[in-house]
């Protein structure tokens, strides 16, 4: 079903944020990274090829990194900073208890601003939404 189609106020507000946080100032990086992670996550094969696309043509990320995300826990060859971010991104996807939402977003603090912090939360907000659209009623581009 094209969702966009047939419900575009609904639905182009939804792209409309996308593409915001895609013209932010946080790390553009950063973000097909959680992208990535959190649609691996929701089992998402759309937003999978399609974040891994953008990470392999037009950001420059290095292969092995998408090849390591999954375990990126495991892996050195991530920053803090990345880490700490796909660490948010899998606590919000998963929605564990609020005592390691409040654990995590203190370490947060110490290293991303407010606004990359208000950024990336809305960023991986956004694509669980746009995940579970995707999952729910087929592929946009079907």
């Not at 998963?94 to 995590?104: F, H, M």
């Not at 603090?109 to 939404?129: H, P, Q, W, Y």
Request: include cysteine; hydrophobic fraction near 40%.
């Amino acid at each position: 079903m094209n969702y966009a189609k047939v419900s575009p106020k609904i639905i182009n507000p939804l792209y409309k944020s996308y593409e915001e946080i895609h013209a932010s100032e946080l790390d553009q990086e950063l973000v097909l990274l959680v992208e990535t992670r959190v649609s691996q996550i929701n089992g998402c094969a759309y937003c999978c090829h399609l974040h891994a696309e953008a990470i392999r043509k037009d950001h420059g990320i290095e292969q092995v990194k998408l090849d390591k995300l999954p375990a990126w826990f495991n892996s050195n060859i991530y920053s803090p900073k990345e880490k700490l971010a796909l660490e948010w991104c899998e606590a919000l996807t998963t929605n564990p208890k609020q005592s390691t939402l409040d654990k995590i977003k203190e370490r947060l603090d110490a290293i991303f601003t407010e606004k990359e912090i208000v950024d990336l939360t809305a960023a991986i907000s956004l694509i669980n939404a746009l995940n579970r659209m995707a999952i729910s009623l087929g592929d946009r581009n079907e």
